[in-house]
């Protein structure tokens, strides 16, 4: 990979596992949904607690600019139905088994310590539109997600 995704890159597709064992791929929202896809390290720490509760508070907001919510971790789809269920999180949350989406993306983590928390918005021609990284400010990257998503035609 050459590195991070930027604006105006068009996104990868992938095909994932969500926390209700369904198979969830970007391609399915082509043409028809604008995405949010933000990249956590971990189910139940603290951080990605904070970030998944921000982005289920407001996602009837992003329902209502067009657009679909999805969050991408390493853990196994077993961990983020009980992840999901903590947070209330009604959209999917894939399991990234290896992290080869996350290394698609350019979603790296700091120092290579952690893995990165990285928040894409797409278009619904799969362009990438916004991008927003910040391991130390989970909570900043819903309101960052909606902006972005406000600029756009929903």
């Known amino acids: ?82 992840f999901a269920e903590k947070c209330g999180a009604k959209f999917p949350l894939l399991a990234d088994r290896g992290g080869k989406v996350r290394e698609l993306y350019g979603a790296k983590g700091t120092f290579g310590l952690a893995p990165g928390r990285v928040t894409f918005v797409i278009d619904k021609g799969g362009i990438v539109r916004h991008v927003f990284s910040s391991q130390l400010r989970p909570t900043q990257h819903v309101p960052e997600a909606v902006e972005a998503l406000k600029a756009l035609p929903a």
């Open 1 to 82: 990979m050459a590195g991070p995704l930027k604006i105006g890159d068009k996104a990868p597709d992938f095909t994932l596992e969500s926390q209700d064992g369904r198979m969830v791929s970007l391609h399915d929202y082509a043409g028809s949904k604008n995405v949010v896809i933000y990249f956590y390290p971990k189910d139940f720490t603290i951080g990605c607690t904070a970030e998944t509760k921000g982005f289920s508070d407001k996602y009837e907001d992003v329902l209502g600019l067009g657009a679909e919510v999805i969050g991408i971790s390493s853990d196994s789809a077993e961990s983020h139905g009980g």
